[in-house]
């Protein structure tokens, strides 16, 4: 009877907790553990934080080597250091959730399971404002509700290639770097920990992941591969029909469009800019910092790429997401801008680059000003057109621009031709 009763108490264990684990792990069902190959990229991701000494010194390397990663955060830990969490944003990275208390799934029933997935992802959404996509369970371990319950919700389940073993005793700074690059391969996810706080973790463990990092960096690069954000690297969603149908309709207008309005790409066309040579019809125009663009003198308009942008981000990206990925594209474009216009005759009276886009947020760092644009038709047109040809390329369409509608306003962007030159110099230096 006894052995009987431990049969039973078994099998359900093995139903309800080991069975779908190993269904996950093993053979790869319902969670993502590398991307495709071929890209030449990798995703850098960070468990347990987010922490007060560890993380902003991880975010400080990141920012040197211009990087982004993936966080995923311990959902009470983001509501005890909102300040770092807002960090991890600002500074373009991913976030996702770790839990809320990184409880295993495997000690807990059905409501304690929801709780744990639900709450975290509230707290993380309390504290940043953005909508969680990914989730990493504690230890990469489930249990029945736990995959059905994250389904549900609409979180991409995300895990790793392989351990580096920082959060153990024995390692050391040394060590993670050999497991890391001995290992890398084009497509891996790499998991890391910035926190020692959480149950198993060694007591400053994360100090070696400080210290392993650049040179873990630095292997990346000698060895040919970019560390990418998950949401430019994951296989992208299967389109509906009908938006395949709506995204070559436009591919063709948008072609025709540029050839009768003179609008060509810059360079080989794997350039984040499109141009235009213009003259000005209105008024003088005086713009921020006292340049004038006179009526009747030539000016170059700027145009973002979009086939370049949708090919960097993908058809997973979120809107902050596609406003980074163009802004590191602006920071490599600035030379070949400079270079072309210094190089082509035809554009040597140019002093003022004008253009007007969506995406300006963070723009005021590489030397262009914005200008609101007056209201009146062409601002109406404007903000319809602008609006429309991202909801042709948004993962979710009109319905996922919805909760940016206050933030999509399209202005000028304005940079003269000195100014570029003083950046082309501080960017290429």
Not at 75 to 100: D, V
Not at 313 to 318: D, I, R
Not at 329 to 337: D, F, H, N, Q, T
Request: charged content about 25%; proline content about 5%; hydrophobic content about 40%.
């Amino acid at each position: 009877m006894e052995a009987s009763i431990l049969k039973i108490l078994f099998l359900l264990i093995f139903v309800y907790s080991l069975a779908p684990t190993v269904v996950v792990r093993l053979g790869h069902i319902g969670a993502v553990s590398r991307a495709p190959k071929g890209c030449g990229r990798v995703a850098l991701t960070f468990d347990d934080g987010p922490d007060p000494l560890y993380t902003p010194q991880i975010l400080e390397i990141l920012h040197r080597y211009q990087v982004r990663a993936c966080f995923f955060l311990v959902g009470a830990k983001a509501r005890a250091n909102p300040e770092i969490t807002r960090q991890i944003i600002k500074a373009g990275h991913e976030i996702g959730s770790h839990g809320y208390a990184h409880k295993a799934a495997w000690l807990l029933g059905p409501r304690a399971t929801s709780r744990e997935i639900g709450e975290a992802s509230l707290a993380i959404e309390e504290v940043t404002g953005q909508k969680i996509r990914f989730c990493r369970p504690a230890w990469g371990l489930f249990n029945l509700f736990s995959i059905w319950y994250c389904r549900l919700k609409g979180l991409k389940v995300i895990l790793w290639t392989y351990m580096s073993w920082d959060w153990t005793k024995k390692a050391t700074p040394e060590s993670v770097t050999h497991k890391v690059l001995s290992r890398i391969r084009d497509g891996a996810i790499l998991v890391l920990h910035d926190s020692d706080a959480t149950p198993g973790a060694a007591k400053g463990s994360p100090s070696r992941v400080v210290e392993a990092l650049p040179r873990i960096l630095d292997g990346l690069k000698q060895r040919g591969l970019q560390v990418a954000p998950l949401e430019e690297i994951m296989p992208a969603k299967k389109k509906p029909f009908s938006k395949k149908v709506l995204q070559r309709l436009w591919s063709y207008v948008d072609r025709f469009v540029r050839l009768i309005s003179g609008i060509s790409n810059l360079g080989d066309g794997n350039s984040i800019w499109r141009i235009a040579l213009r003259r000005h019809r209105g008024k003088d125009w005086t713009m921020p910092g006292g340049n004038v663009l006179k009526r009747g003198e030539l000016y170059l308009e700027l145009h973002m790429n979009n086939d370049r942008l949708l090919s960097l981000v993908g058809e997973n990206a979120l809107l902050e997401h596609s406003i980074f990925t163009a802004l590191r594209e602006v920071r490599s474009g600035l030379p070949l801008l400079a270079k072309f216009l210094n190089s082509n005759e035809k554009y040597g009276e140019i002093n003022t680059i004008l253009g007007i886009t969506l995406l300006h947020r963070g723009l005021g760092r590489f030397g262009f000003k914005t200008v609101d644009m007056k209201p009146g038709i062409f601002q109406t047109f404007t903000s319809l057109y602008e609006r429309w040809l991202l909801a042709i390329f948004h993962p979710d369409g009109f319905k996922g621009l919805k909760s940016y509608r206050y933030k999509l306003t399209p202005k000028y962007v304005v940079i003269t031709r000195q100014e570029l030159m003083s950046k082309r110099i501080q960017e290429s230096g």
